[in-house]
């Protein structure tokens, strides 16, 4: 069978491998991230935004953070069709990342194939196999291995489209608006580069796929909106969302000093999950443009990775972003993924230029260092000890399980009431609402702010309600706060308001008040 070939020297279809055959790389590299997933994804719920996508499940509805805005519609429903073959949220989750990350996988090395030759490909899927932070976001029950799927599988479709291939027009406008229903977010990043590759059609097709496009959209957003009740009270959670938190992070509310921090937060993520792979592609850009050599790389190729990248680059760093929140580098990861083998190839060329050895960019050596930095991730994630590895996982869990079954054992339900003024995303209300269902919960922390007070959020029994205070009737006798057990600084303002600590485990205590 014969292909007809891409800008970048890879084949359009199907990548195949030569004497391998066409569907075993993809099916080898499919296996094996599932393989090195499953021993070391979470056992719980893993944050906020997971059980809220598990409390979905059982009733969606924005307006109350089942899930949280926008909405995640599709993704959403993709779990709850799942759970009706697992019924138990945590699991059907954990498939959608187990099979996103592999996937995503799979087509970082067709983007790779297609964009630069065969063995890019191999290595570029190699780094995503790798990657600490993607490898993190394949053990959890959370959007972002799916949405890195649905990201590269974008931006394989707008390769073919800059190449001509009028077949992808219409897939590319159905699979964007899915894309949409799994994180809005990528939707609005991929849509200038979608749009561009689309605009060199005539205008009787752009006009047919932005129809297609814009169905597929409302797909997902009139049934979302239905179940919700209504788009007032969809577009009251979205405003709510956005006054009391999101909106801090703006540049025209932070400030434009914080962006030093926004952008140092982005680039420490995005690192992260590259690894060493970065060093290269740093010194690899900057000797491109000290030496104008930039002007030389062929403009399709430029004006595509800048249209992925720098829409979702500028929105992190002047809209939104939680610099805490590690997965908003996620979206990055596939670009580069398929750039590092080539910055290591020109990196290795141009230091032996300056060095006058011509020997040095030979196959060995920059099959060495992608080796390197494949080696170097995998082991990171496994055997550091940072919070986005594998020990960090497990230690989530323990903690997690030790909280719960601290106040399972030590507070009866009845009368006791369980207050998070903290809102720590990996230790949550929304967990105890989740898995001790017989307790009451509220989430107090944006309440208590004096310039912006917003609603109180209560939970009992799975549901959530939203409430002007909590319940101190006379048979309320404990009221315990829900602590993260490396926030020492919170455990010693507790201890100072006169609560009791009560140790439930070697690093883990529960601060309650006893009200008798």
Request: hydrophobic residues 50%.
């Amino acid at each position: 069978m014969r292909y007809p070939k891409s800008e970048g020297g890879g084949r359009i279809g199907i990548p195949g491998i030569q004497g391998i055959g066409t569907w075993l790389w993809p099916i080898i590299l499919f296996v094996v991230t599932l393989f090195t997933r499953i021993p070391f994804t979470s056992r719980f719920l893993y944050d906020q935004d997971a059980v809220q996508f598990a409390l979905a499940l059982e009733k969606y509805d924005v307006y109350l953070h089942q899930p949280h805005p926008p909405g995640y519609f599709a993704y959403v429903m993709l779990g709850k069709l799942i759970n009706l073959f697992f019924q138990n949220a945590n699991s059907s989750f954990l498939l959608l990342s187990l099979i996103g990350s592999g996937l995503t996988v799979v087509a970082v090395y067709y983007l790779g194939f297609i964009i630069f030759d065969r063995e890019t490909g191999l290595w570029a899927a190699a780094f995503a196999l790798t990657s600490p932070l993607l490898w993190y976001y394949g053990e959890l029950a959370l959007t972002y291995a799916v949405a890195a799927f649905f990201n590269t599988w974008i931006a394989i479709l707008c390769w073919r489209l800059l190449q001509k291939e009028s077949r992808s027009l219409y897939l590319s406008a159905v699979i964007l608006g899915i894309t949409g229903g799994i994180r809005q977010d990528v939707l609005i990043f991929l849509f200038p580069l979608w749009l561009f590759c689309v605009l060199r059609f005539e205008w009787k097709q752009v006009l047919a796929f932005g129809a297609s496009l814009g169905i597929t959209i409302a797909a997902w957003v009139i049934p979302m909106l239905v179940m919700t009740g209504g788009l007032e009270r969809y577009s009251a959670a979205v405003r709510e969302l956005w006054h009391f938190h999101n909106r801090t992070f703006a540049i025209w509310n932070a400030g434009i000093g914080s962006r030093t921090h926004f952008l140092l937060a982005l680039l420490g993520n995005v690192s992260y999950g590259v690894g060493l792979g970065m060093l290269f592609l740093f010194f690899a850009l900057y000797v491109l443009i000290r030496t104008g050599e930039w002007r030389r790389v062929a403009k399709p190729k430029i004006l595509f990775f800048v249209l992925w990248l720098l829409p979702a680059f500028l929105f992190n760093i002047f809209v939104f972003m939680n610099p805490d929140q590690a997965g908003y580098g996620v979206f990055f990861l596939p670009a580069l993924f398929v750039l590092v083998v080539p910055s290591i190839k020109y990196g290795l060329a141009a230091i032996s230029k300056v060095l006058s050895r011509p020997k040095l960019p030979g196959i060995g050596m920059y099959r060495t260092m992608a080796l390197v930095v494949i080696v170097v991730n995998g082991v990171f994630f496994l055997l550091s000890d940072s919070v986005v590895s594998a020990k960090g996982i497990r230690k989530h869990d323990d903690h997690l399980s030790v909280i719960l079954r601290g106040i399972e054992r030590n507070f009866r339900p009845e009368e006791s009431i369980i207050i998070d003024d903290k809102s720590y995303q990996l230790y949550n209300y929304r967990h105890v609402q989740y898995y001790l269902r017989r307790y009451r919960v509220y989430l107090t922390a944006l309440a208590g702010n004096t310039e912006n007070p917003w609603h109180i959020f209560f939970g009992q029994n799975g549901q959530t309600f939203i409430s002007k205070g909590f319940d101190l009737s006379p048979d309320v006798r404990y009221v315990v706060y829900l602590a993260n057990p490396l926030d020492h600084r919170y455990a010693e303002t507790l201890k100072a308001k006169g609560l009791h600590r009560l140790a439930v485990g070697e690093t883990t205590a529960l601060f309650y008040e006893d009200r008798r």
